[in-house]
């Protein structure tokens, strides 16, 4: 599995959660900083923000709503501008076959938090969401198989459709709501997290079928795709060593240049290319790390900031609240409530 720094997500995905607590009138303040606002409505819906903030904010988001079951209500809610330039090719598929397909190639141009996988079953079809990152919130499964739930129905017209489907996480407190969206036989606690149908729903045809529309969109998904994962494999890269490197105190843009086996001003021009700079890459890993041990409530604050390099508490409380607007204390008193 990835380091959990490295995963992103589409910020169009990410600007549905805003319109929905808009659309619910909920306190999106709570929700967003300022800065995540300002980007989402000034700045193209095609940018990436973390995989694990993604998760953060569906979680402030389920607490703000007190509705444990926002991430299905949220996939229902789900427009093709929030999936860009994927959901168009998808609403043009011939089927559901098809469909399932470019969700098994294309779906990382949306978030790279999961693999999809299809896979036979006598006459049923199991759907798979296969996670590429550790500790993920259990609202990304829940948002993911309820869109697509969500996406079948409503372009093949068949509101009738059902699907059962299986949950790695633990029973939740109603399940209900989950039995009302899949129509089907919903269990926690599994293996694996999958939806499971009748295979002839793969024949299906998609409502707004148009063969030329679809090649014409499916290598602008294609394009997109590959400009993402030039920079992203860079980056990724980069992230692992800063990862394995920072507890040193001594993680330079030299060193991991040296681990990349190029020389540096190369490295530094290919991330002035890609639109970033090593040190926004140290600081946004930094974040994403700290984070993420956070969530560990054994891991003392000292402990936190050595395991990120600074040699004392203090130049790590600072930088937190420069990437956050709050403390690590508060942040983590926060994640308490």
């Not at 969500?150 to 399940?175: K, S």
């Not at 054994?298 to 395991?307: E, I, K, Q, T």
Request: charged share 20%; glycine share 6%.
């Amino acid at each position: 599995m990835q380091n959990a720094a490295t995963g992103t997500v589409r910020t169009g995905y990410v600007r549905a959660l805003l319109d929905y607590l808009e659309n619910h009138q909920l306190d999106t303040a709570a929700v967003f900083t300022p800065q995540l606002r300002n980007q989402l409505d000034d700045g193209s819906l095609n940018e990436r923000i973390s995989v694990v903030l993604w998760g953060e904010l569906l979680a402030k988001a389920i607490a703000v709503s007190a509705d444990p079951c926002l991430p299905l209500h949220l996939a229902e809610e789900l427009i093709p501008k929030h999936w860009g330039v994927f959901a168009y090719a998808a609403m043009t598929c011939k089927n559901l076959g098809e469909v399932s397909a470019m969700l098994v190639r294309y779906e990382r141009l949306i978030d790279d938090a999961n693999d999809s996988r299809l896979i036979m079953q006598g006459d049923n079809v199991c759907l798979q969401w296969i996670p590429r990152l550790e500790h993920l919130h259990p609202a990304l499964m829940q948002v993911s198989l309820a869109s697509w739930v969500a996406f079948a129905r409503r372009h093949t017209g068949r509101r009738d459709l059902v699907a059962d489907v299986d949950f790695t996480f633990a029973t939740p407190v109603d399940i209900e709501p989950y039995r009302q969206l899949f129509g089907g036989t919903v269990c926690f606690g599994q293996p694996i997290t999958q939806l499971i149908f009748p295979a002839n729903y793969l024949q299906l045809p998609i409502t707004y079928h148009d063969p030329d529309a679809h090649r014409i969109l499916v290598s602008q998904v294609i394009q997109q795709l590959e400009h993402l994962q030039r920079p992203d494999e860079l980056h990724a890269s980069i992230r692992d060593i800063i990862s394995q490197q920072i507890s040193s105190g001594r993680c330079s843009l030299e060193q991991v240049a040296a681990e990349l086996q190029v020389p540096a001003r190369t490295l530094q021009y290919q991330l002035e290319q890609s639109g970033t700079s090593f040190r926004t890459l140290l600081d946004n890993t930094r974040e994403q790390l700290a984070r993420h041990y956070l969530n560990d409530p054994n891991m003392s604050l000292v402990d936190v900031a050595f395991l990120l390099g600074f040699s004392e508490q203090s130049p790590f409380t600072k930088a937190f609240k420069r990437w956050t607007g709050e403390t690590p204390g508060e942040y983590r008193r926060h994640l308490g409530q």
